[in-house]
């Protein structure tokens, strides 16, 4: 199994911008696509965006297309990054990252095998 770790998260305020990072402990194989969840108080965990093991292509929820960025470093440790942009508050929630093989393009998180602690992004308005 691999173990991602999280990173970045924090207070801001709405219009802001931050950036969130997810290492893996190991190598991975080519057929592993990395991908983010959030969780907000009180309600389920969602699908933010997801991109595929060399980074060709990704996919992002309807509510965060046009400000938040995916993407990944493949020639360190499969380390993937979401840039968020515009931050609104409704974006308040913790953050998790995620990785399962042979998933891509699922936005379901039972297709996901592994996943980071979380980290939390507070949107201040």
């Not at 990173?7 to 991908?35: D, F, I, P």
């Not at 965006?49 to 990944?72: C, D, E, H, P, Q």
């Not at 968020?84 to 995620?98: F, G, I, P």
């Not at 936005?107 to 979380?118: F, K």
């Amino acid at each position: 199994q691999v173990q991602l770790v999280e990173s970045g998260g924090g207070l801001v305020q709405a219009g802001g911008s931050l950036r969130l990072s997810c290492a893996a402990s190991t190598e991975t194989s080519s057929n592993y696509t990395m991908a983010w969840f959030r969780q907000a108080p009180g309600k389920e965990r969602e699908f933010v965006a997801a991109i595929s093991w060399n980074g060709g292509s990704t996919n992002l929820a309807y509510s965060v297309k046009g400000r938040f960025t995916i993407s990944r470093d493949n020639a360190r440790r499969n380390t993937m990054y979401l840039q968020m942009n515009t931050l609104k508050s409704e974006d308040t929630a913790v953050y998790y990252c995620a990785g399962g093989r042979a998933v891509w393009p699922s936005v379901s998180r039972s297709a996901y095998d592994d996943w980071g602690q979380g980290t939390q992004v507070t949107v201040s308005s």
